[in-house]
């Protein structure tokens, strides 16, 4: 088959967002963004602009060589960084794993735990940023831009994944296990399965991520 070259620009995001809880506490998670990285070198192969948008990764994957590196702290400095980027003929990867709470108020000063017996804070939802690349990419009719998302999940892969392509509007989804102990996040060999709405279209199984990047750009050239 053909080689997919019709993309003007891809946009690839990265690593973990962090959302303050008083100026020395946060919620965030275990991404590195390794995964992220390597997806976007190999992108850069067939799609010379390339925007790399990464929360607060590993400090070795904050810069992807010849592409556009943007860093964003909060979920919604993600989506606002991505949604600045997006235009037609753009292939998105959500390879990010953006806190889905956060904060409803940010202590001003650091809360001291000798004034509390325990502590409680209340959380509320942060934007889904797929859903609003979708819905953005539907209101200014770009309608040859594509969003790739991935579903990191500790049980039922298939059935979360395809719940979240439908969801969020997605062409494809690539879907991988995450856990504390050695699975999915970081310097580990991981296991990806590709997915469409008709099922699972490709798996490469216990690589290393750049392995498995190299497996998603693949697929993408060709089937995005
Ligand atoms: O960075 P590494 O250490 O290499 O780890 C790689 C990884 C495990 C982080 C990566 O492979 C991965 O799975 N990334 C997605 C993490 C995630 O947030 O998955 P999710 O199933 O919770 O979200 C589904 C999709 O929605 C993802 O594409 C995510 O980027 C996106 N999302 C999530 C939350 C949110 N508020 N908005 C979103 O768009």
């Given at each position: 088959m053909k080689a997919n070259t019709r993309f003007k620009k891809a946009i690839i995001s990265s690593g973990p967002t962090r959302e303050w809880i008083d100026p020395v506490r946060y919620i965030s998670n275990a991404s590195s963004g390794k995964m992220g990285f390597h997806i976007a070198k190999e992108i850069l192969s067939w799609i010379p602009n390339v925007v790399y948008v990464h929360g607060n990764v590993s400090d070795k994957y904050a810069n992807v060589e010849g592409a556009?590196?943007?860093?964003?702290?909060?979920?919604?400095?993600?989506?606002?960084?991505?949604?600045?980027?997006?235009?037609?003929?753009?292939?998105?990867?959500?390879?990010?794993?953006?806190?889905?709470?956060?904060?409803?108020?940010?202590?001003?000063?650091?809360?001291?735990?000798?004034?509390?017996?325990?502590?409680?804070?209340?959380?509320?939802?942060?934007?889904?940023?797929?859903?609003?690349?979708?819905?953005?990419?539907?209101?200014?009719?770009?309608?040859?831009?594509?969003?790739?998302?991935?579903?990191?999940?500790?049980?039922?892969?298939?059935?979360?994944?395809?719940?979240?392509?439908?969801?969020?509007?997605?062409?494809f989804i690539i879907g991988n296990y995450v856990g504390k102990s050695n699975t999915g996040f970081g310097e580990v060999d991981s296991s990806i399965r590709i997915f469409s709405k008709d099922g699972m279209i490709k798996e490469i199984n216990n690589q290393p991520k750049e392995i498995l990047a190299k497996g998603i750009s693949d697929f993408l050239k060709e089937h995005a």
């Amino acid at each position: 088959m053909k080689a997919n070259t019709r993309f003007k620009k891809a946009i690839i995001s990265s690593g973990p967002t962090r959302e303050w809880i008083d100026p020395v506490r946060y919620i965030s998670n275990a991404s590195s963004g390794k995964m992220g990285f390597h997806i976007a070198k190999e992108i850069l192969s067939w799609i010379p602009n390339v925007v790399y948008v990464h929360g607060n990764v590993s400090d070795k994957y904050a810069n992807v060589e010849g592409a556009k590196n943007v860093y964003a702290e909060t979920t919604i400095a993600l989506r606002d960084a991505i949604v600045a980027e997006l235009e037609n003929d753009t292939l998105v990867i959500m390879a990010a794993a953006p806190a889905d709470f956060r904060p409803i108020m940010i202590a001003e000063n650091k809360i001291k735990k000798e004034t509390t017996v325990g502590l409680m804070i209340e959380l509320e939802k942060n934007p889904d940023i797929l859903m609003a690349l979708n819905a953005s990419l539907k209101d200014k009719k770009y309608d040859s831009s594509v969003l790739i998302g991935f579903a990191a999940e500790t049980e039922k892969l298939e059935e979360h994944a395809l719940g979240k392509l439908e969801r969020k509007g997605l062409k494809f989804i690539i879907g991988n296990y995450v856990g504390k102990s050695n699975t999915g996040f970081g310097e580990v060999d991981s296991s990806i399965r590709i997915f469409s709405k008709d099922g699972m279209i490709k798996e490469i199984n216990n690589q290393p991520k750049e392995i498995l990047a190299k497996g998603i750009s693949d697929f993408l050239k060709e089937h995005a």
